[in-house]
Structures are given as C-alpha cells and as structure tokens.
C-alpha cells in the first residue's frame, strides 16, 4: 500500500491545520491507522491511532484534547485535525498502516511526511 500525506504548514500558535492520509494500491480499510511525527535528532513518535471501523481511537497525552483522528467515506483515507498548536507540536508528521484492524503499534507501511511548523 501507498500512503500520501498532506496538508502541513506554517500556523501561528494557537492555529489549527488538517493533515490528510490517503492509501492506494492494497486497501487500509481492514486496517488501523495511525499518526506519527518526527523533530530532527528524535525518535518518531506516535500522535493517535484510528481503528479499522473508526469505532476505536486512541491519543498521546500531548495531543490529548486538542488533536482529532478520523476516517474519511473512503476507509483508506484518514484525517488529523490538529487544533490550538502549540510550537512544540512542529515536526515531520507521518501516515501508516497497522498489521492488525486494532491499533498495535506495529506500522505495515509508512507514507512520506508532512511538515508542520508552529511559530510563536
């Protein structure tokens, strides 16, 4: 499967962006899916996690309250939508598919990043 990020950018603190993720070539839709990021220097980290039906998500805790995951009418897209950014939310954000149709945090295929830059 193919993964597509998309909809990074430059936002004022406070701000709000929509990250997409769209999957081509074998279907997500049996699958979870998730958000990761990655700053310059660290590991890549998990933001949130959407389950095969959209019935199940799950959150870091510092994105808890502020960032919202969700599956598009297409099960193979998948949307973040990031609310009241903070400068420490900029990163290299990551789409991917999970093994499993519930989140396991074992990623089965990654999708190129979208920056995310959040000035003060």
């Known amino acids: 499967v193919q993964l597509q990020a998309s909809g990074g950018g430059l936002v004022q603190s406070g701000g709000s962006l929509r990250l997409s993720c769209a999957a081509s070539?074998?279907?997500?839709?049996?699958?979870?899916m998730a958000w990761y990021r990655q700053t310059p220097g660290k590991e890549r980290e998990f933001v949130a996690a959407i389950g095969w039906n959209g019935g199940s998500t799950t959150y870091a805790e510092a994105v808890k309250g502020r960032f919202t995951i969700s599956r598009g009418y297409a099960a193979s897209t998948m949307y973040l939508q990031m609310d009241n950014l903070k400068p420490e939310d900029t990163a290299v954000y990551y789409c991917?598919?999970?093994?499993?149709?519930?989140?396991?945090?074992?990623?089965?295929?990654w999708g190129r990043g979208t920056q995310v830059t959040v000035s003060s």
């Open positions: 991917a598919v999970d093994r499993r149709a519930m989140y396991s945090n074992s990623p089965r295929s």
């Open positions: 070539g074998r279907t997500a839709s049996n699958n979870a």
